[in-house]
């Protein structure tokens, strides 16, 4: 396994022994995140830089829909947001409707 017997895997090992295995970076789950999004919105920096290294779409379901940065802005994971935006990815008219649709649903 990805751990080489010195303790437990690291997502981003994992992430590697998985696209290795054949597994798509861009593959989205039935509720439509993909793993880059999951990995802004939970602050999974490692796995952020990992993923957008191996070339994850940060708007795997298009220019529509929802991306990882505006799940990482709603998540305040400045971390994600700093390496999706050296990265070049910035916020979509789809993004910025769906944060304050987020922040109105939230504050009431």
Do not use: I, Y
């Not at 080489?4 to 039935?30: C, I, Y």
């Not at 793993?35 to 070339?55: E, F, I």
């Not at 940065?69 to 910035?90: F, K, P, Y």
Request: aromatic share 4%.
């Amino acid at each position: 396994a990805a751990s080489g017997g010195d303790g437990p895997a690291t997502a981003p090992q994992l992430l590697a022994e998985a696209l290795a295995g054949g597994a798509a970076v861009g593959a989205v789950d039935t509720l439509g995140f993909s793993l880059l999004d999951l990995s802004c919105l939970t602050g999974q920096k490692a796995l952020v830089a990992s993923l957008l290294g191996a070339r994850a779409a940060p708007a795997c379901r298009g220019l529509h829909k929802p991306s990882a940065l505006m799940w990482a802005h709603w998540a305040n994971c400045e971390d994600a947001v700093v390496l999706l935006s050296a990265a070049g990815v910035s916020l979509s008219n789809a993004d910025l409707e769906g944060l304050q649709r987020l922040r109105s649903t939230w504050a009431a």
